[in-house]
């Protein structure tokens, strides 16, 4: 199923009109700081210009040459990509995961094949690996990363969460047969500019630029992206306090609930019955995610704030 998080519309039917505070995305609650728009972002179509400039950001950080990034409208733009741009039909994804990638996958008609065993991918013509993953964290250091390459034809890295662990990602330093997916809306908390990377070989990634097609990244993405890539001393700051947060977040719930895994932006817990536990949540105008195929877990985004970690605590507390 392709079920996501996010969807405060099902939760105002359910339970009502509330001041939302929504944990189930996983995206940064304490957002970077956007300055005003200038008139250019708004009423020009994107230029060259702008696109260099946010991609020359983006290589800074990530640590790679400007002809191996490509901007896109979020990580799920190039998701939907990758499927028409390799070649082979034998694909397979480590599981459990974001299930967009075996819906894209199966929609180009991929023979796909699901498993939980690293060792499993070998063979496959496509590969995909979250890393750390979605939703139990799970997570591979460069090293292993390498390692699985070498047993597949082409390897898919989506990295949407290592923006908090960067000593996870393999950008920098890509065997050549790997293409990494980032996500930009996830760690700097701007989720709703659609803003994504796919960094990989310059002949792949001119295959990817051909099929999203001219101005695929809006004037607003290119410049408070190019922003944001560009500062560091808030990047660095931001990887601080989500570790801290994500622990404290295990302090308040881990007693009720046992911890199964997790990012700094998200954590994962084991209830008794993850639908009654995430009413429980809802009654208290907390918004989070839980899975179909698994009737216990539950994950829960970092609050961004005393006051929003407080709402968990007492949500936690209070009677059905």
């Known amino acids: 199923m392709r079920d996501h998080g996010g969807d405060l519309d099902s939760a105002a039917r359910a339970f009502g009109a509330a001041e939302w505070i929504d944990l189930s995305t996983g995206i940064n609650r304490r957002p970077w700081p956007a300055p005003q728009l200038s008139e250019h972002a708004l009423i020009a179509l994107p230029t060259a210009q702008d696109n260099a400039r946010l991609i020359a950001a983006a290589a800074r950080l990530y ?26 039909r034998q694909a397979a994804v480590l599981s459990p ?13 991929w023979s796909l094949r699901e498993t939980p065993d690293p060792a499993a991918l070998a063979g496959a013509d496509l590969a995909v690996i979250v890393n750390p ?54 760690f700097w908390g701007l989720a709703g500019l659609r803003l994504g990377f796919a960094i990989g070989a310059p002949d792949l990634l001119a295959r990817m630029a051909e099929r999203a097609g001219p101005w695929s990244v809006s004037g607003p993405a290119l410049e408070i992206g190019a922003l944001a890539l560009a500062d560091r001393d808030w ?77 968990v605590a007492r949500a936690l507390t209070a009677d059905g």
């Open 235 to 311: 990047h660095e700051a931001t990887i601080t306090w989500l570790s801290e947060a994500a622990l404290h977040l295990d302090q308040i719930v881990g007693p009720q609930w046992p911890l199964v895994g997790g990012t700094h932006l998200f954590r994962l817990y084991d209830t008794p019955d993850a639908p009654a536990a995430r009413d429980q949540l809802a009654r208290a105008g907390i918004w989070s995610r839980i899975f179909p195929w698994h009737p216990r877990w539950i994950r829960l985004g970092i609050p961004g704030s005393r006051e929003e970690f407080d709402r």
């Open 97 to 109: 995961t974001y299930n967009e990638h075996a819906a894209s996958l199966a929609a180009a008609g």
């Open 63 to 88: 640590g790679t040459s400007r002809s191996e990034i490509l901007p896109l409208a979020g990580a799920s733009a190039a998701i939907q990509l990758v499927p028409h741009v390799l070649p082979g």
């Open 133 to 186: 993953n979605n939703p139990d964290g799970r997570s591979f250091t460069p090293t292993e990363i390498a390692g699985i390459a070498a047993t597949v034809g082409h390897l898919v890295v989506d990295e949407s969460f290592a923006d908090a662990r960067p000593d996870l990602s393999v950008a920098a330093d890509r065997p050549a047969n790997v293409t990494v997916l980032r996500s930009f809306g996830k």
